[in-house]
């Protein structure tokens, strides 16, 4: 694995949540959320263009990667409480949220609930239309009747599948044994908890959208084939500083279109969550 990507453990509220930090410039400060069913690795090709611009800590969210669960923090509302509660524990003061895929309707309850703790906000290819906007394996895992049929899944095919339709923008070998690791045993299926939460949280948070008021920068994938595009236009349609990018590029934006994901959020932190909104 990347030598610039260190992971390590810290508690926080009784549970050890994998992180890795940067050393870059300490004037602004980006914290990172975990893809799922990926780890905080998903973020090995845009780390050294971010710390060039800030300092980062990525962390596995509850239940994802290889942090410690807990049932109850397995719904986006509860998880963007959690999200704050390591920015105050770790004293990151003013950040910008990077949060793709499940993270990013929690980093919007986060801004919800807490007007002001954020700078900005970096989300997409996350369900968050509502009615749900959600295609091929998400929308089976949500609509299923329970999550038992979920633990029986073998984590090493479902990761190769996945990982397989990136074809050469595939991460190597450790990476994706990382990746299969956060995914054993039990711990897919527990984290389908959380999407399949959905249906009784998106509701609640397109209500709050329009009141949010923290910039928010939104990058999806043109050709993703869980989260459509739709769900990123809903987002921009209701958020009252919002700006959108459509990438070339499937659901794993940050890993298959790396230079132009970092350049982005890049642009962003320098100071493109100061321009306001765009069409």
Sequence with gaps: ??????????AVDGLQIRFAESDGPASQR???TSPWPESLYAFERVWPRLSATARLTAID??????SERRTDLLSPQAMGEFLVRILDEWDIEDPHLVCPDVGTAAALFAAADHPGRLRS?????????????????????IEAP????????????????????????APGDDVIA??????RGDRFAEAARYVRSYPAQLPILAGRLPGIFTP?????????????????????????????DVLEAGHFAWEE???QYGAIVTAWVNGGYLAGTTP
Aim: aromatic share 6%.
């Design 1 to 10: 694995m990347s030598s610039e990507l260190r992971a390590g453990f810290r």
């Design 30 to 32: 980006l914290l990172l």
């Design 61 to 66: 969210l509850p239940g994802f990667g290889r």
């Design 121 to 141: 906000l970096v989300v997409g290819s996350g369900g968050t239309a509502y009615p749900l906007a959600v295609t091929g394996r998400l929308k089976d895992l």
């Design 146 to 169: 329970d999550i038992q049929s979920f633990r029986s899944q073998d984590p090493a095919a479902l990761i190769r599948g996945a990982m397989a339709a990136l074809g050469s923008a």
């Design 178 to 183: 990382d990746y299969i690791e956060s995914n």
């Design 216 to 244: 928010v920068q939104i990058i999806t994938g043109r050709r993703d084939p869980l989260v459509p595009v739709a769900n990123a236009e809903f987002l921009l349609a209701r958020l009252p500083n919002s700006r959108l």
């Design 257 to 259: 279109a790396p230079e």
